[in-house]
């Protein structure tokens, strides 16, 4: 198919999508079953899954948590940890050999040479006492006993080198402490394929690193898949990523395979209503909506699953259907035939074919037709342009007047830094300092979002706290609702942080465990004083209608609601006081995909109801695009781009905006496949010693010497809309021409 | 290293002061004439007035204590009242007795410990793991003085093979003497001390065998054997060693009762006298010399960290 | 006694999780402290999938099905997410709601049983010598004979019942055991608290001072300080009591640090709470968990070194019966009555062992980890 010539990357790979007649699997999981505990208690985490991987492609499996995606393979390859009494049943067959049924050391000859695995948290993966090259060279020798120890080390550099280790000799020498994130994962990347591996499993091999370092990992991913010409799978929550990456899908969904088949066929045209939904419900950076269609309900968990299928509590196409709740459906072949169908387990499945009962989303819909009229699968399919554009004109008056001078600022920060002090030695000397924040300015206005992003240390989350003076400013002021912030008693504090209020990220460790959630919400009527007792509680249950929970939820402890519920929680809590301005530390980005959604929809109606203004803290640009007004990129302490919704994500015009854009991975399938090459190299510096000059200078591709000189400041260039703080920004005369735009081609959504 | 090693004895050094103020200031905490208290009841006289000339007791309250410190760092500490001896030869005398019994019931914490706490986190569920785990609860529970009275009863009273009351052999003078007399204190405690110890292995080992880098070992396709020596059993030193190396200071410290028991003549038998006897010199002496000891052993816990965890370096 | 420092002094939950290791210096990384990472998503992750097992309840769920996770847990961390990534619960994790605990507990045999024993035991010692002819001092002729019919564990040098001293003797050691514990626990979790809570110079001076007094084992301490304040029952309480001081401060300081830089004791602040408010409606119920653990595990220290003093002849006065005194004197007759020590030392394990056992249930309920490094991480 003409998808696979877009995909230059995997062209030695064969032709997954031949259908019948190709070589067997190299890998199969049969009718995999995990339970954990004994007798009553036991819990199923895998009920029962199936799916198979042949030689040389990427089979993607996709789910959210709670799904048994994890499991399923620990279960298969007999790694799971022995404390926790699990039972496996089903068959694991390897090369026509069942690894469950092996003997443990026949099942040690194939782990490691034949099927290898990389894991989530690369840092805790790797042995902290060991150093990374003995760590590889240890995997060399243990299935090849007559390597000698300096050749399995020599061979542990050159892995090394091949992953993009830099100065591999030297690295190869180090503790994993001295190794970021990244580097941690390409070096289990370098373990994994060691040994040329006929099987490479990734289990959420980027889920702990930031864009930037994800798009350079999936490289790196993809390169060692093709040089030992292993069959991979990869499994994500991230449909992006998968996207991108497989060449066939397998979704899942508490514990079950809910459908499988080549990654076009199933994105394009899921059959499946989980499938559907959860392709529906994710922001998109390159086709937003007014508003996300969410999965209603929560995740499942485990225990609580019955006889049924896991989804039909939340299934928009049961419509009460008993057969739903009763009847396990089981997965069928819907289209062709082996590897090449499409297979999904929904009683319904015949009627979801017809078309006018289908409620596709204009997005999959347009990617359905993308991808059934296969040709135009290329670079730029003008149906997907299409509809990208049309939906940037729907969405643009509402952006209107934005990012324009005018209008009193709700707040107002000027100049804002925070060092912290970095000390050593016996007197505690002041030898350096972390500037986590570096002279940031910034307004907000009544009833507008604005947006703040950047990668991880680059200083949002401080700036947020900043804000409320939770953290004390180095220098700088901040100025909310004409009062001055910083610099006000501890009494004027407590009562303007009673007319700001703040959401965290995590809603498990925001809300007192101790207290109800109902007494959790109460909590700042309590503080603020003068509410009487009746009052509060018909406050809160005010509140609680408000952000859709159940009145009979008050009572529950904050561990007893699931994570969308604590969200919620923590928005009414947050707007108990009424407050005007509602300061958001990314408050998704705990949540599965499905119910971020909710929580998104749900804020946005606030906004629209009760005229909030937010400060909307993300490292998602996808969301950041969906909620913001206005957005502000963040790069090691300071604004680099700051401009209306449409102008960043349209026009970027800050090379890291840019790159940074390019890093963020699509679920749709023909942007995903352009093959996405990592924009940046490297990781961000250190904010204890950032470059001189322009911060962004040492990764930035077009840098020149004059950018090491001075500053950029954050200004507006040639009467262009937003500011960008770029020496080059200007140089070509249109901002986003010139130079850049060689950048931002590859972004045109 | 040697910076290091200099640096962390320089950070000590605030931390004896305080001790040896707080011991100091022991002597003025009790009710009457510092110096009638140091004499003892029976005191002259002069020997007070001796003991007050040598405190300064008629200078400002910190030069006296200074010229204390200054006594106590050229070795002198005064004279015990009960003895007549002074307390630096005293403690000499002592502290031999008590490192000896120390090390003795150490490598008996050892023996028991590592043994027990590896089954125990390996197989926590199979039966010698249950019957580990019960032995460790009892063991927790028995004091070591009883288990002292219990090992005199049969070792010295019933089957006559070792003395009911212990003398201080020195080990390389005659080491079947030294074990005759000093193995049933040292059994009685380090059996205690190593039921302690055995479950903090098990508890650190058992977490390093349910870590991430256990499972890529074994993902790699290494035994299980090479999984717990190679990846488990290093990770997991660390926080035993240290609650090992603080035990024998608390061993050292702690010998108080069991020296008593066995009538052993170390610093706890010292440091019992001397309280009986309201020996407030020879106290003093021996609680600077327990608080020392116990301080190097931290030393020495986090030099060997240091060692054995690349993550901490030696600055 | 002394190496009884073993357990109590060093054992409960993240001590030292909290605290930077020796020679590192701690690094001041706010992003990585405070700021969500796209890493931090993955780690909340397994920990939902791992709900059921956890003890955390989900929709009412009801609790058998709990202690069962638990228990794994307490096996070392079983009851952590099998699946990827999954490791512990951040340092910070919180305690699971109060109620919840007690509803564990209740239905925890090995409580019920550890329980009712204890509460034998006492009851036994106050009520059982008013209600029956039961005297500890009434002399008799048959002195020193081995156990017997009417004397279960014999009788002593004065020809005085040994079971019934030795019942009435759990008086004092209880007394003193809880009296001492209690004292630790007040002293050391306000000291804790404020030192935690507003770090600064107070609390590097506190930690140094509570350094030194964790230098001495704790029979040495409690001996120096009855040397200066004299025998009493009341001193006896606070000799002991000071030792474990230093303990609970840690517990308490370690916990709070974790806590706070948690997200919902930052968001107290952000609400406009002031700081007592914070740190006993907010901070101190979430760090009670470990302190009642270690409060049990130090009773059950200090009956042993309270029969140690006891032993050392510290301990009540002569006619009214101590363990430890008992097993002192038996130590001059073990040749007329080698069965005089033994009665005392039972009565002293069974106790012991039954308080050991409560606080790991207690432990296990509550979720706290049992930290391996102990004090391994301080300074």
């Known amino acids: 198919m003409s998808l696979r010539s877009a995909v230059p990357v995997l062209g030695g790979a064969p032709d997954p999508c031949d259908g019948p007649g190709s070589p067997a699997p190299l890998l199969s999981i049969e009718d995999l079953r995990v339970a954990f505990g004994g007798g009553d208690q036991a819990v199923a985490a895998v009920r029962g899954v199936s799916y198979e991987v042949y030689p040389g492609e990427t089979l993607g499996v996709v789910g959210e948590s709670g799904s048994g995606k994890s499991v399923t393979v620990m279960a298969a390859l007999g790694l799971l940890t022995t404390a926790t009494a699990a039972t496996v049943t089903g068959r694991v067959l390897f090369e026509g050999q069942d690894l469950l049924a092996m003997s443990a050391p026949q099942r040690r000859r194939v782990l490691g040479r034949d099927i290898a695995m990389v894991f989530q948290d690369p840092v805790s993966a790797l042995n902290p006492v060991q150093r990374i090259g003995d760590q590889i060279a240890e995997m060399i020798r243990l299935h090849e006993p007559g390597v000698s120890r300096g050749d399995a080390r020599r061979r542990a550099v050159a892995l090394l080198e091949m992953v993009g280790v830099p100065h591999p000799g030297v690295r190869a020498r180090q503790y994993p402490h001295e190794f970021s994130g990244g580097m941690c994962q390409r070096a289990v990347i370098a373990l994994a394929i060691a040994n040329r591996p006929k099987v490479l499993i990734a289990d959420e091999p980027t889920t702990a690193v930031d864009v930037s370092v994800q798009a350079q990992l999936l490289e790196v991913l993809r390169t060692a898949a093709r040089e030992t010409g292993a069959a991979t799978v990869l499994i994500s929550h991230d449909m992006g990523v998968v996207a991108e990456m497989a060449d066939r899908v397998c979704v899942m969904y508490g514990g079950r395979v809910v459908e499988t088949g080549p990654l076009a066929r199933v994105f394009g045209h899921p059959r499946h209503p989980y499938t559907e939904g959860l392709l529906a419900c994710i922001p998109r950076l390159g086709d937003p909506v007014a508003r996300l269609t969410p999965i209603p309900g929560q995740p499942p968990t485990p225990y609580l699953l019955g006889k049924g299928c896991a989804f039909a509590p939340r299934c928009a196409h049961r419509s009460g259907r008993e057969v739903c709740l009763g009847e396990r459906p089981e997965l069928v072949v819907v289209d062709g035939e082996g590897r090449g169908g499409v297979a999904a387990a929904c009683h319904f499945l015949a009627e979801r074919e017809v078309p006018g009962l289908r409620q596709a989303p204009p997005a999959a819909a347009a990617s359905a037709s993308a991808s059934a009229s296969a040709a135009s699968a290329v670079v730029s399919s003008p149906a997907a342009s299409a509809v990208s554009s049309s939906d940037s004109a729907v969405s643009s008056p509402a952006a209107g007047g934005e990012g324009r001078e005018g209008g009193g600022a709700l707040l107002e920060v000027r100049e804002l830094s925070k060092e912290y002090p970095m000390r050593s030695g016996l007197l505690g000397r002041r030898t350096g300092a972390v500037r986590a924040v570096r002279g940031l300015s910034l307004v907000v206005r009544p009833g507008e979002t604005v947006g703040l992003v950047g990668e991880s240390g680059c200083g949002k989350s401080t700036t947020a706290r900043l804000l409320m003076r939770l953290e004390e400013p180095t220098s700088g002021s901040v100025v909310f609702d004409g009062e001055e912030v910083t610099g006000a008693s501890a009494g004027r504090l407590r009562e303007l942080r009673r007319r700001m209020a703040m959401v965290f990220q995590d809603p498990k460790a925001s809300l007192n465990p101790q207290l109800s959630v109902g007494a959790n919400v109460a909590e700042p009527l309590r503080l603020a004083g003068g509410w009487s007792r009746p009052a509060r509680r018909e406050r809160v249950a005010e509140l609680f209608d408000q952000v859709g929970l159940a009145r009979h939820h008050l009572e529950r402890r904050p561990s007893e609601l699931s994570g969308g519920q604590r969200q919620r929680v923590a928005i009414a809590r947050a707007l108990a006081l009424r407050p005007k301005l509602v300061i958001m530390d990314e408050p998704v980005s705990a949540l599965d995909v499905s119910v971020q959604a909710q929580v998104l929809n749900l804020l946005a109606d606030l906004k629209a109801e009760l005229g909030l203004a937010y400060l909307f803290v993300s490292h998602d640009l996808s969301v950041v695009r969906h909620v913001s007004d206005r957005v502000a990129v963040m790069y090691l302490g300071r604004i680099v781009e700051l401009a209306g919704r449409d102008d960043i994500f349209e026009r970027p015009r800050h090379p890291y905006t840019q790159a940074l854009l390019r890093s963020v991975p699509s679920a749709e399938v023909e942007v995903a496949r352009r093959g996405r090459r990592a924009p940046l190299q490297g990781d961000p510096p250190s904010p204890l010693n950032p470059p001189e000059g322009c911060s962004f200078r040492s990764r930035c591709p077009l840098a020149e010497e004059a950018c090491g000189r001075e500053v950029p400041l954050l200004r507006v260039h040639d009467g262009l809309p937003g500011e960008v703080a770029c020496h080059l920004a200007g140089a070509g005369g249109t901002g986003a021409a010139g130079g850049p735009a060689a950048l931002s081609a590859g972004a045109g959504w | 290293m040697i910076g290091f090693v200099l640096r962390r004895l320089a950070q000590l050094v605030p931390v004896v002061v305080m001790a040896a103020l707080a011991v100091w200031a022991l002597v003025y905490a009790l009710p009457g004439d510092p110096a009638a208290v140091l004499g003892g009841v029976n005191a002259s006289d002069q020997e007070i007035e001796a003991i007050r000339q040598r405190l300064g007791l008629d200078r400002p309250v910190w030069e006296q204590f200074a010229t204390w410190l200054g006594h106590v760092v050229r070795g002198d500490m005064g004279t015990s009242i009960t003895s007549g001896h002074s307390v630096t030869s005293l403690l000499a005398t002592a502290i031999p007795a008590t490192v000896q019994l120390a090390v003795l019931a150490m490598i008996v914490v050892v023996l028991v410990a590592v043994p027990l706490g590896t089954v125990v986190a390996l197989a926590p569920r199979s039966w010698p793991g249950r019957l580990v785990k019960g032995y460790l609860s009892l063991s927790l529970a028995t004091p070591p003085f009883w288990l002292g009275l219990l090992l005199i009863l049969l070792f010295s009273v019933r089957w006559k093979l070792m003395p009911a009351s212990s003398r201080y052999v020195a080990f390389f003078d005659d080491p079947a003497g030294a074990l005759q007399n000093s193995l049933l204190p040292a059994l009685a405690l380090g059996v205690y001390s190593g039921g302690v110890l055995a479950r903090f292995v098990a508890s650190s080992l058992a977490e390093a065998m349910q870590s991430d880098y256990v499972r890529t070992a074994r993902s790699k396709g290494a035994s299980e054997v090479r999984v717990v020596v190679r990846h488990a059993a290093r990770n997991s030193m660390l926080p035993s060693l240290t609650v090992g190396a603080l035990q024998l200071g608390s061993l050292i410290g702690g010998a108080v009762v069991m020296e008593v028991l066995f009538n052993y003549p170390g610093v706890g038998k010292l440091m019992f006298t001397s309280v009986n006897g309201r020996d407030y010199a020879s106290l003093q002496g021996s609680i600077m010399f327990i608080t020392v000891v116990f301080l190097l052993l931290s030393l020495v816990v986090d030099l060997l960290y240091a060692v054995l965890d690349p993550r901490i370096r030696l600055r | ?379």
């Open chain 3, 1 to 379: 006694m002394s190496a009884a420092a073993g357990d109590a002094r060093q054992s409960v939950s993240g001590s030292g999780a909290a605290e930077p290791r020796p020679g590192e210096k701690p690094q001041p990384r706010p992003e990585e402290r405070s700021g969500p990472r796209p890493g931090e998503k993955s780690q909340a992750r397994p920990g939902e999938k791992s709900e059921p097992r956890s003890g955390e309840r989900y929709e009412g769920k009801v609790s058998v099905g709990m202690a069962v996770g638990q228990e794994a847990r307490a096996e070392g961390a079983a009851g952590r997410e099998v699946s990827s990534g999954a490791s512990a619960a951040p340092p910070g994790a919180v305690e699971p709601p109060v109620r919840g605990v007690l509803a564990t507990l209740a239905h925890d045999r090995w409580v019920h049983v550890m329980l009712g024993l204890l509460v034998l035991l006492a009851a036994g010692s106050y009520v059982l010598p008013l209600v029956a002819d039961l005297d500890y001092a009434r002399q008799s002729s048959a002195v020193l004979q081995g156990p017997s019919a009417s004397h279960w564990f014999g009788t002593d040098e004065f020809g005085r019942d040994n079971a019934v001293r030795v019942l009435v003797g759990a008086r004092s050691s209880l007394q003193v055991a809880f009296g001492a514990a209690l004292f630790a626990m007040v002293a050391g979790v306000v000291i804790g608290l404020v030192a935690g809570y507003f770090r600064g110079p107070a609390d590097a001076v506190a930690m140094r001072v509570l350094d030194v007094l964790l230098a001495l084992p704790e029979v040495v301490l409690a001996l120096v300080i009855i040397a200066v304040l004299g025998n009493s029952g009341l001193n006896l309480v606070i000799a002991i009591g000071v030792a474990f001081v230093p303990v609970f401060a840690r517990v308490t300081r370690a916990g709070v640090l974790a806590l706070r830089e948690q997200d919902f004791v930052v968001a107290s602040r952000a609400m406009g709470a002031r700081s007592p408010d914070t740190m006993a409606r907010t901070v101190l119920p979430n760090v009670l968990g470990p302190i009642v653990v270690q409060f049990v595990i130090t009773a059950a220290v200090a009956v042993v070194v309270s029969a140690a003093l006891g032993f050392l002849g510290l301990g009540p006065e002569p006619p009214t019966p101590s363990w430890g005194a008992m097993m002192q004197t038996a130590k001059s007759y073990l040749y007329q009555n080698p069965w005089y020590g033994v009665a005392p030392g039972i009565a002293l394990i069974v106790t012991v062992l039954c308080l050991d056992r409560l606080g790991a249930r207690v432990r296990i309920a509550l979720g706290v980890e049992h930290s391996g490094a102990g004090r391994g991480g301080r300074r």
